[in-house]
């Protein structure tokens, strides 16, 4: 009897959350409609840890860093961080039916974000992420990222609707990486949803439209090389991205790869790129014979100016 009730303690301590933890909860659950009605939240035991399911709205006010040592499962409103003191997206819900807002909180990395799906939007506007690694995998609304240190989109998530809009601007302030690349992006969104500008046009930075036109050329290829290709020619020792970026994303199997699905679209995009690059690893590219005479007179044409 005597172990049973020291097992029982035990069982009691490890489940039932503490009073610091109740008084946490009590403040930041709320009803969907507004935070001056009441949500609930109950207890999934049967996971390690338990996980706190919340029927309503989750927002947590300034001052508090930390979630208390909770680890949330599902949330059928929205999840906000209405403070700037978090450094740690441990413990979040593992699904939100409506927004994630997490803006202004320094959070560096998104790596250990168990949230796979935002029903609505997700925002994360100057978080000082460097990588979208570890982003929601699939969001229902917007995609807000703007003033962060990444140069791609990769790790954005993978589903979104066709009617998100994207801010995803990264120079906001000196120090700040521009963007070079939409890729990570699904290849179902609006062009022109996606907004790339500056906040502040004075400092240098790759232009919305050239952006946006890589992102056009993956939506029909597929595939991002056609974007690397113009970015290298046009951008290269700009001080954009370093040798070793474009080096990564330029690899020859990629490319000869996109050559044989679209010969066509290669020789117009490719040749005059390669032409530039004879002696270095990119000579053992092989273009279609019977188009040899119109790579040809493309090359004859790049050197001429044209």
């Given at each position: 009897m005597k172990h049973l009730h020291l097992f029982e303690s035990y069982r009691k301590s490890k489940l039932v959350p503490n009073n610091a933890?109740?008084?946490?909860?009590?403040?930041?659950?709320?009803?969907?409609?507004?935070?001056?009605?009441?949500?609930?939240?109950?207890?999934d035991y049967s996971q390690d840890p338990p996980l706190v399911n919340v029927h309503g709205s989750?927002?947590?006010?300034?001052?508090?860093?930390?979630?208390?040592?909770?680890?949330?499962?599902?949330?059928?409103?929205?999840?906000?961080?209405?403070?700037?003191?978090?450094?740690?997206?441990?413990?979040?819900?593992?699904?939100?039916?409506?927004?994630?807002?997490?803006?202004?909180?320094?959070i560096g990395s998104l790596k250990d974000l168990p949230t796979k799906k935002v029903g609505r939007s997700f925002s994360a506007r100057s978080c000082g992420l460097a990588s979208l690694e570890g982003c929601p995998e699939e969001i229902g609304g917007n995609l807000s990222v703007e003033l962060n240190r990444f140069t791609t989109l990769e790790g954005a998530p993978k589903i979104m609707s066709d009617d998100s809009e994207v801010r995803c601007y990264s120079r906001g302030r000196l120090g700040d990486s521009p963007l070079v690349s939409l890729e990570g992006l699904p290849p179902n969104l609006d062009p022109e949803k996606i907004k790339a500008t500056s906040s502040f046009p004075s400092l240098p930075s790759i232009?919305?439209?050239?952006?946006?036109?890589?992102?056009?050329?993956?939506?029909?290829?597929?595939?991002?090389?056609?974007?690397?290709?113009?970015?290298?020619?046009?951008?290269?020792?700009?001080?954009?991205?370093?040798?070793?970026?474009?080096?990564?994303?330029?690899?020859?199997?990629?490319?000869?790869?996109?050559?044989?699905?679209?010969?066509?679209?290669?020789?117009?995009?490719?040749?005059?790129?390669?032409k530039t690059k004879k002696g270095s690893r990119y000579d053992g590219l092989k273009f279609p014979e019977n188009l040899k005479g119109e790579r040809d007179l493309l090359s004859d044409l790049g050197d001429i100016g044209l």
């Amino acid at each position: 009897m005597k172990h049973l009730h020291l097992f029982e303690s035990y069982r009691k301590s490890k489940l039932v959350p503490n009073n610091a933890q109740e008084n946490f909860l009590y403040k930041a659950v709320h009803s969907e409609t507004g935070r001056y009605r009441r949500g609930s939240w109950g207890f999934d035991y049967s996971q390690d840890p338990p996980l706190v399911n919340v029927h309503g709205s989750v927002t947590i006010d300034k001052g508090r860093k930390t979630i208390s040592g909770l680890h949330f499962g599902k949330v059928t409103g929205s999840f906000n961080l209405n403070t700037q003191d978090f450094t740690s997206v441990k413990g979040f819900p593992t699904e939100i039916g409506g927004d994630l807002v997490i803006d202004g909180n320094w959070i560096g990395s998104l790596k250990d974000l168990p949230t796979k799906k935002v029903g609505r939007s997700f925002s994360a506007r100057s978080c000082g992420l460097a990588s979208l690694e570890g982003c929601p995998e699939e969001i229902g609304g917007n995609l807000s990222v703007e003033l962060n240190r990444f140069t791609t989109l990769e790790g954005a998530p993978k589903i979104m609707s066709d009617d998100s809009e994207v801010r995803c601007y990264s120079r906001g302030r000196l120090g700040d990486s521009p963007l070079v690349s939409l890729e990570g992006l699904p290849p179902n969104l609006d062009p022109e949803k996606i907004k790339a500008t500056s906040s502040f046009p004075s400092l240098p930075s790759i232009p919305q439209d050239f952006l946006r036109d890589g992102y056009r050329m993956f939506k029909e290829t597929g595939s991002w090389v056609p974007y690397y290709v113009k970015l290298d020619m046009e951008y290269s020792g700009k001080g954009f991205f370093t040798e070793e970026f474009i080096l990564g994303k330029l690899d020859p199997v990629k490319i000869q790869k996109f050559i044989d699905e679209f010969p066509e679209k290669a020789i117009v995009m490719i040749t005059p790129w390669a032409k530039t690059k004879k002696g270095s690893r990119y000579d053992g590219l092989k273009f279609p014979e019977n188009l040899k005479g119109e790579r040809d007179l493309l090359s004859d044409l790049g050197d001429i100016g044209l």
